[in-house]
């Protein structure tokens, strides 16, 4: 029999991407072909002749039960067998493959030419299908991800409501005291508090994984490390340590995207450091001249390094640490810096890590330079303009249409309400047509069942085309408050905020 297979059908196994196992009726090895013995891990022509159940190790779905006696399922009325799917096969090197196994009666399959009613032989075939397995596990991964970033935004956005409340009543509350009163500090303590939390909520916004686009901006990295770092590593036993250049050049990037870079990198050292230790941290600035030895395009970069004193990893894994469909579980340590590359390599930058098992990890980022000075804010002088005139505010949450009605008739404004942009429309085209015009609407970008901010605006326009129009949102992030002028706005309000900073804006707009 092994002359006849060798003879006939060698030539065709030995094509097939599938592994292909022919055993005799006891269950002795007699033919493999090469895709079989690269699954296992063993060298070619090595497994003839041996017992199949010690070769071939099976378990049961989603169980670590081994199959055994399988060959048995095979009967005169049941010629073939298919094994549930996925069936996880254990290699000889200990690795795991998903696959699919099907189990022959050799004559079932014709390929022995005799009548005879008994088995006289089987043929195994089996599909690896490890890659479709991890490629759904990652769009599951995906999927949820995405589930949790609309959660994390959606309280982002209710929280940062509530938070306009409070600050808004506690900056009105400072306005009506001295500030040598013990109560204005507790206030002011209160404030500091505020702007702790709203901080946070920023944070929560940038990790929501809201599609927001690619708003590039010049970016201080100083500023953007230390804020994520410390964001990241809260609550954590990690510290670290950092060593910046003062004279750091900025960069040209999505702040959002840099800093979920920054994030998973962080986050990857923590993982690697259960039992605590320290980051260091480093930026400064290179340059790499044509035909440099590390084959860099040349020009100016900012080199973000980071150290973990974490487990390591082993060397031959290294290669396969950017790749999204590997198990990210490297000599011990958690490993996703696929995201982390896709990031960098957008931005024509270079990812290298560099690790020993037991050794810790060093990450370095290379990003390209932007040798021009980040402009300097201007200070904005007190104006001592004094605010007035009719001001429209679209809201869904009557608490904020309250408190913002306050902050806006403290500073003289005469304040009128709507809860959706139906009713706002209605407003405005009323004092309109008695041209007793509104000087600004603040509209509310998201409006539960209602017309919201993007659509109202749309509508004014038409209707007067010299309206100023006020974004707000709790959604920093948001298109419609990073582009603004892209959509007809004439400023943003994000909450929570100040009265001293509503009036900021105002005064900006209206003088």
């Not at 007699?30 to 497994?47: D, E, F, G, Q």
């Not at 770092?229 to 003062?246: K, R």
């Not at 201007?378 to 303009?385: E, G, L, Q, Y």
Request: net charge negative.
């Amino acid at each position: 029999m092994t002359l006849l297979i060798e003879e006939e059908f060698s030539k065709i196994f030995q094509k097939f991407h599938e592994g292909i196992i022919i055993t005799d009726t006891q269950g002795v090895i007699l033919y493999t072909n090469p895709a079989i013995t690269s699954l296992l891990n063993v060298p070619l022509n090595s497994l003839q002749n041996k017992p199949l159940y010690h070769e071939l190790k099976l378990l049961e779905k989603n169980s670590s039960t081994q199959h055994e006696n399988y060959l048995d399922l095979i009967t005169p009325t049941h010629p073939t067998y298919t094994f549930e799917f996925p069936t996880l096969l254990i290699d000889h090197l200990g690795k795991d493959h998903f696959v699919e196994v099907n189990i022959h009666d050799m004559k079932n399959f014709n390929l022995i030419p005799v009548k005879s009613k008994e088995i006289l032989g089987f043929l195994i075939i089996i599909y690896d299908r490890s890659k479709e397995v991890q490629l759904q596990e990652v769009i599951h991964k995906n999927l949820r991800l995405k589930s949790l970033g609309a959660i994390l935004g959606g309280l982002a956005h209710d929280f940062n409501n509530i938070l306009t409340a409070i600050l808004g009543n506690v900056s009105l509350a400072k306005l009506n005291l001295p500030k040598s009163t013990e109560l204005w500090n507790f206030l002011a303590d209160a404030e500091d508090g505020i702007d702790k939390a709203r901080k946070m909520t920023e944070q929560l916004l940038t990790f929501s994984f809201e599609d927001i686009g690619n708003e590039i901006e010049l970016l201080d990295l100083n500023i953007i490390l230390v804020e994520i770092v410390n964001f990241t590593l809260s609550g954590s036993n990690v510290s670290c340590n950092f060593d910046l250049a003062e004279d750091l050049c900025s960069v040209k990037l999505d702040k959002t995207q840099i800093n979920q870079a920054i994030y998973h990198i962080i986050l990857t050292a923590v993982q690697a450091m259960p039992i605590g230790g320290t980051i260091n941290i480093a930026a400064d600035n290179v340059q790499f001249l044509p035909r440099n030895l590390e084959n860099y395009h040349p020009g100016d970069y900012i080199r973000l390094s980071f150290q973990d004193q974490g487990i390591g990893i082993r060397q031959e894994d290294l290669p396969f640490i950017f790749d999204p469909f590997t198990t990210h579980q490297f000599g011990g340590q958690k490993v996703d810096l696929s995201l982390v590359k896709s990031i960098v390599d957008l931005y024509k930058g270079y990812i290298e890590v560099q690790s020993n098992l037991g050794e810790g990890t060093l990450i370095t980022l290379l990003l390209p330079a932007e040798v021009a000075v980040l402009p300097e804010e201007d200070v904005i002088s007190a104006k001592p303009t004094k605010l007035s005139g009719k001001i429209l505010i679209m809201d869904d949450e009557e608490i904020i249409r309250l408190i913002l009605s306050k902050m806006l008739t403290q500073l003289g404004f005469e304040v009128y309400t709507a809860a959706n942009g139906d009713d706002a429309l209605i407003i405005y085209q009323k004092f309109l047509l008695t041209k007793d015009p509104f000087k600004a609407v603040i509209l509310d970008l998201t409006i539960r069942g209602g017309m919201g901010g993007l659509a109202t605006i749309q509508e004014l326009l038409v209707m007067d085309p010299k309206v100023k129009v006020v974004a707000s949102s709790g959604y920093s992030t948001d298109k419609a408050i990073t582009g603004y002028k892209e959509y007809g706005f004439s400023a943003t309000l994000v909450k929570p905020y100040k009265i001293e900073e509503l009036k900021e804006m105002l005064t900006e707009l209206l003088t």
